[in-house]
């Protein structure tokens, strides 16, 4: 090891454990985020079914079996949700045209709204930290987030 490798190493490593340790608050908090969009949807929404909503919302609809590989979930937690988000009023089902034994899921009208407004509060909350950012901060960032992406 080169002796500015040695000089660094303690300061890398302590550079490493907090970006460790603010990578658990980034997670703890998207944790409490996702609970508190789902109450903002409706009251009884559960976690679970706010991330198929979410999902299914962006793709324009989706099938049961397709979240199930997508959310690596067994095909009776999905079912569970979809009913969940069906009762809720936040979800329509219909026959698939190719194949009549599918079912298309699609976001009803009302959860896309609520669903937008999120979005848009998020957004907000993200462009005011981005703000403090500089481009060159943002392009570092990106850069390790997509470097962890492919670990």
């Known amino acids: ?33 996702w609970r508190e969009s789902a109450a903002r949807i409706a009251p009884d929404l559960q976690v679970g079914g706010y991330k198929l909503l979410t999902f299914i919302d962006r793709a324009g609809s989706a099938s049961a079996h397709e979240l199930a590989e997508r959310f690596e979930m067994d095909k009776s937690v999905i079912s569970r949700q979809v ?22 899921l699609t976001a009803t009208p009302t959860a896309s709204a609520a669903l937008a407004e999120l979005r848009r509060d998020h957004s907000r909350r993200l462009d005011a930290v981005m ?4 481009a060159d901060e943002i392009r570092a960032a990106s850069k390790v987030f997509r470097l962890l992406s492919e670990v």
Do not use: C, K, W, Y
């Open 1 to 33: 090891m080169a002796p500015t490798d040695a000089a660094t190493a303690p300061d890398v490593e302590s550079a490493v454990g907090d970006l460790q340790a603010h990578l658990n608050l980034i997670f703890a908090r998207t944790r409490t985020l």
């Open 83 to 104: 009913r969940m988000l069906e009762e809720l009023g936040l979800l329509e089902s219909r026959p698939d045209e190719r194949d009549g034994r599918l079912r298309v």
């Open 131 to 134: 703000a403090e950012l500089t």
